[in-house]
């Protein structure tokens, strides 16, 4: 559910709720106690006359993890509802068209991308819930700001909200009716990448995160030893030959877990 599709704030809040899971059944009223008002009020703004005011606009759009652009226009929106001089109404609608030509411009540059650009890879590497997130969409169930934000629970919501922002403005992932689904753009990074050692940091340090958990499924293994230089190399062969079979093994594995292999092998 993309908001610079709609023209009128309601409707896209009505449509939004709709395409939410179980159909957005207590969402209105979840939306009330955020904005600290009554699920009367936020009633009578989706169906009747009254109008959200400016602050409990932020408000909606920081609840439902609308992006800094897409929340700019929510709020023009609601702006634009509440004017009433000809000349105020005309200047909201100007600058809500200019805002859907920039999102055009975003969406147009993403459709047919295969690989992030030098400064995505900056910022796709430069965190784990980069990758966590993206990950994690593919599991059935976690496909909207709601879920993501509750499984990463020490993440806050609206860091989750520019997370997916930028996935979606990247390729990496797409939104479509409300929910957030796998893009099309690569995220592999190879050994000449200058921040292929970042991912590598990144999960290292999840790693070490996990040790302390004490999950009865997770996997760690430091074995230092002395052996041979011929051992050493049959062992590395067959490390890459295991990372190899893994590798297709994944590609048709049913998602429904998140997993990481270090060599360490936990659950995040």
Same mark, same amino acid.
């Given at each position: 559910?993309? #908001?610079? @599709?709609?023209?009128?704030?309601?409707?896209?809040?009505? @449509?939004?709720?709709?395409?939410?899971?179980?159909?957005?059944?207590?969402?209105?009223?979840?939306?009330?106690?955020?904005?600290?008002?009554?699920?009367?009020? #936020?009633?009578?703004?989706?169906?009747?006359?009254?109008?959200? %005011?400016?602050?409990?606009?932020?408000? %909606?759009?920081?609840? *439902?993890?609308?992006?800094?652009? @897409?929340?700019?226009?929510?709020?023009?929106?609601?702006?634009?509802?509440?004017?009433?001089?000809?000349?105020?109404?005309?200047?909201?609608?100007?600058?809500?068209?200019?805002?859907?030509?920039?999102?055009?411009?975003?969406?147009?540059?993403?459709?047919?991308?295969?690989?992030?650009? @030098?400064?995505?890879?900056?910022?796709?590497?430069?965190?784990?819930?980069? %990758?966590?997130?993206?990950?994690?969409?593919?599991?059935?169930?976690?496909?909207?700001?709601?879920?993501?934000?509750? $499984?990463?629970?020490?993440?806050? /919501?609206?860091?989750?909200?520019? #997370?997916?922002? *930028?996935?979606?403005?990247?390729?990496?992932? &797409?939104?479509?009716?409300?929910?957030?689904?796998?893009?099309?753009?690569?995220?592999?990074?190879?050994?000449?990448?200058? $921040?292929?050692?970042?991912?590598?940091?990144?999960?290292?340090?999840?790693?070490?995160?996990?040790?302390?958990?004490?999950?009865?499924?997770?996997?760690?293994?430091? *074995?230092? #030893?002395?052996?041979?230089?011929?051992?050493?190399?049959?062992?590395? &062969?067959?490390?890459?030959?295991?990372? /190899?079979? *893994?590798? /297709?093994?994944?590609?048709?594995?049913?998602?429904?877990?998140?997993?990481?292999?270090?060599?360490?092998?936990?659950?995040?």
């Amino acid at each position: 559910m993309w #908001v610079v @599709e709609f023209t009128n704030y309601k409707e896209f809040l009505r @449509e939004l709720i709709k395409s939410l899971p179980k159909h957005g059944r207590g969402k209105a009223s979840a939306l009330a106690r955020h904005l600290n008002t009554s699920p009367i009020v #936020v009633s009578e703004i989706l169906n009747q006359e009254r109008q959200l %005011t400016l602050d409990q606009a932020i408000k %909606t759009a920081e609840f *439902f993890g609308l992006s800094e652009l @897409e929340a700019d226009y929510f709020l023009n929106m609601v702006a634009l509802a509440r004017a009433e001089s000809k000349e105020l109404k005309a200047y909201l609608e100007i600058k809500l068209e200019k805002i859907r030509g920039e999102a055009r411009k975003i969406k147009a540059n993403v459709v047919g991308k295969e690989y992030l650009s @030098e400064m995505e890879f900056g910022v796709f590497y430069s965190n784990w819930y980069y %990758t966590a997130v993206s990950c994690l969409i593919s599991i059935k169930g976690f496909q909207t700001i709601d879920a993501i934000a509750e $499984y990463f629970s020490e993440i806050p /919501k609206s860091k989750i909200a520019e #997370v997916v922002s *930028f996935l979606v403005a990247s390729g990496v992932c &797409k939104q479509e009716g409300g929910h957030i689904l796998p893009g099309l753009t690569s995220t592999y990074v190879a050994e000449p990448n200058p $921040y292929v050692n970042n991912h590598r940091r990144n999960w290292r340090l999840k790693a070490i995160e996990a040790f302390s958990k004490h999950n009865s499924e997770s996997i760690h293994i430091s *074995f230092p #030893v002395s052996l041979s230089a011929k051992d050493s190399e049959i062992f590395r &062969k067959e490390l890459v030959e295991f990372v /190899k079979s *893994f590798s /297709k093994r994944i590609v048709p594995s049913p998602e429904e877990k998140l997993m990481c292999l270090n060599i360490d092998w936990f659950e995040f």
